[in-house]
Nanobody, 124 residues
Framework: QVPLVESGGGLVQAGGSLTLSCAAS????????MHWFRQAPGKEREYVAG????????FYADSVKGRFTVSRSSAKNTMYLQMSNLKPEDTAVYYC?????????????????WGQGTQVTVGL
């Protein structure tokens, strides 16, 4: 397992911005993909974005495309999620996970390594 720690959540008004971080304690290989998911109260965990570690190819859910940007720092073993033009429907706990086989699956049940999550609340 790779311990993952998310941070950077908070309360922001609609239209505002936040940047989340996901720090990994273990080795991240170039073939790995790291993903962001989120879970709103009473809803299932859903895919947000991902990045293939080696080539920095990025992937996004349609709901966040054009507003969120995923990036990574190999030196810091950290993935980031820059969120802008936030909407109340973005309110959720945000989690990161690691996709060791590079399957790009968007099903949370396909992943075992999760951080504790970081809460993002977007007010009106």
């Amino acid at each position: 397992q790779v311990p993952l720690v998310e941070s950077g959540g908070g309360l922001v008004q609609a239209g505002g911005s936040l940047t989340l971080s996901c720090a990994a304690s273990g080795r991240i290989y170039s073939s790995h993909v790291m993903h962001w998911f989120r879970q709103a109260p009473g809803k299932e965990r859903e895919y947000v974005a991902g990045i293939r570690w080696g080539v920095e190819r990025t992937f996004y859910a349609d709901s966040v495309k054009g507003r969120f940007t995923v990036s990574r720092s190999s030196a810091k073993n950290t993935m980031y999620l820059q969120m802008s033009n936030l909407k109340p429907e973005d309110t959720a706990v945000y989690y990161c996970t690691i996709d060791r086989r590079g399957t790009l699956s968007r099903r949370p049940s396909d992943y075992n390594d999760w951080g504790q999550g970081t809460q993002v609340t977007v007010g009106l």
